[in-house]
């Protein structure tokens, strides 16, 4: 069954830092697939601006050799790549001056038919608030108007709070589209499927049948010519505060009323703010973090996190956690969160632990029942595996057997997986903001953060070490191994 393709309402999308790496990996190549498919109503265009000095027609070169790039040949027919580039435009604008304004104004007024205007802001968070001041000057924001930014949102609550503050003053919080590109990933939002759409989990989804949760994001790169960006943010700002945590909130939150935005993010708030904090007297026993040294990349050998970056530092390239969410439904029940840079494979998943059967009936010889688990795995390979204990087929008497019910993505839907952004941008012009984080969720997630950070400062707290090829270092594995649990490394 072919997918049914509802195209959007007409926009203009103008991308600040239209030339810059995101736009060039990420937005650009988005923005084709939606309108290969179809999606975009003709009168849409893009609108690229930066310091750059560019003609339009050059910015139209640039971003067909991005496509050239990130798009695989066989999607790149002569007549959706050149529908595509027609629709780009080229504005030069210094945010920091008063320069280009006018332009950026006259080119959305030329073609003005009364269409959404999404302003994608793919510049560093210093600007956010500058651009927001401009467009509010030079009368570009009214309530068509949507502003579209992605992490570093702040880099500590008090940061976020002054960032919110900046963009709200000329910005509604439904004018305001908050990306965290974890949430448009295919399995993530399958995650709001298969626990609201099947009556089979929730009767199941608490703290008497699920022993524990496991996250984990696991990449082999490593800081890939962003260290000046890494070395100041560290894997907790990086990763924890906003992606693990979103997939957590995903995971626990209660059921919402509807599917709206708000009904959503309310719930996943909850879950932010029941957090249990992690003080100095239990920083030491429950988080781990560390650097990798040299070893082994997918490629061969490469180099540690410090002679990658050039001096000393003390910044955490994996963290490893514990967190525990007091409240009714989960009371007892941790969530083991790790994420790290240069680790053993490129693996995404979050996995729910059910409680052991009670009691078990069979012999020894039949082996005893395996804990039922449910992997989500969101990269590589989309999959969906309940793991349940059935009788090894046969003659020979009972032995039992752990076997995945298994609902790969590549295998049960011929159809090209969308990368998050194609996802994101398009519901930005929608106006759900389902997949996007509220200021007080983002807040939220800063105050628990925070909060480890001080643990960590107040205990002086060592920076690990692990191996770089490694699942992270041996204290990771010993934190979760003290509990009686043990990391699921990728082996189902
Ligand atoms: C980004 C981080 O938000 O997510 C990067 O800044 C990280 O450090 C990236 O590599 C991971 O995203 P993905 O989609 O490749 O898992």
Redesign the pocket.
């Known amino acids: 069954m072919t997918r049914q393709i509802i195209p959007v309402e007409p926009f203009d999308y103008v991308i600040f830092g239209g030339t810059g790496d995101l736009a060039q990996r990420k937005l650009l190549p988005a923005l084709y697939q939606r309108d290969r498919d179809g999606q975009l109503p003709d009168a849409s265009r893009l609108i690229g601006a930066s310091r750059s000095d560019l003609s339009s027609e050059k910015y139209r070169a640039f971003a067909k050799e991005a496509l050239e790039e990130h798009i695989k040949p066989d999607e790149r027919e002569d007549d959706s790549l050149n529908r595509f580039l027609a629709r780009l435009d080229y504005v030069k604008i210094d945010a920091l001056s008063d320069d280009g304004w006018d332009a950026l104004r006259s080119t959305l007024d030329k073609n003005d038919q009364g269409q959404i205007r999404a302003y994608y802001l793919a510049v560093g968070p210093g600007l956010f608030g500058t651009i927001s001041n401009q467009l509010d000057k030079f009368g570009l924001i009214d309530d068509r108007s949507r502003l579209v930014i992605e992490?570093p949102l702040g880099r500590d609550l008090e940061s976020a709070q002054e960032l919110n503050k900046a963009i709200g003053k000329h910005f509604r919080e439904d004018q305001i589209f908050r990306i965290d590109?974890y949430l448009g990933k295919e399995t993530v939002q399958n995650l709001l499927a298969l626990r609201f759409a099947n009556a089979l989990f929730e009767p199941l989804w608490n703290s008497s049948h699920i022993d524990h949760v496991q996250i984990t994001?696991a990449?082999t790169?490593g800081v890939e010519g962003r260290a000046g960006y890494y070395d100041k943010s560290g894997a907790l700002r990086?990763?924890v505060q906003n992606?693990l945590l979103q997939l957590l909130c995903l995971v626990a939150m209660e059921p919402p009323a509807s599917g709206e935005a708000d009904a959503i993010r309310d719930e996943k708030l909850k879950v932010l703010r029941a957090l249990k904090p992690i003080t100095e007297d239990i920083v030491g026993a429950t988080t781990v973090r560390a650097q990798y040294t040299a070893g082994a990349g997918p490629d061969g050998k490469v180099e540690g996190y410090l002679d990658e970056l050039g001096e000393d530092s003390e910044t955490a390239t994996f963290v490893g956690l514990k967190a525990e969410i007091e409240n009714w439904r989960w009371s007892g029940v941790p969530f083991y969160l790790r994420t790290g840079k240069r680790m053993a494979m490129r693996m995404?998943e979050i996995v729910i632990h059910f409680r052991p059967v009670p009691h078990s009936i069979f012999a020894k010889d039949a082996g005893i029942p395996i804990s039922n688990k449910l992997v989500l795995r969101l990269?590589p390979d989309e999959s969906v595996k309940q793991w349940i204990m059935i009788k090894d087929p046969g003659p020979g008497g009972m032995r039992l057997k752990h076997v995945p019910l298994d609902m790969s993505f590549a295998e049960n839907f011929e159809e090209r997986s969308p990368d998050a952004y194609e996802r994101l941008l398009l519901d930005v012009i929608r106006g759900n903001q389902t997949l996007f984080m509220r200021s007080d969720e983002v807040e939220a997630a800063w105050r628990w953060i925070d909060g480890i950070f001080a643990g960590w400062d107040e205990t002086s707290q060592k920076v690990r070490n692990y191996t770089a090829g490694t699942w992270g270092p041996s204290q990771s594995i010993a934190m979760i191994e003290r509990d009686g649990r043990t990391w699921n490394d990728g082996d189902s």
């Open positions: 992490k590109h994001v990449e790169v990086d990763m992606h995404s990269q």
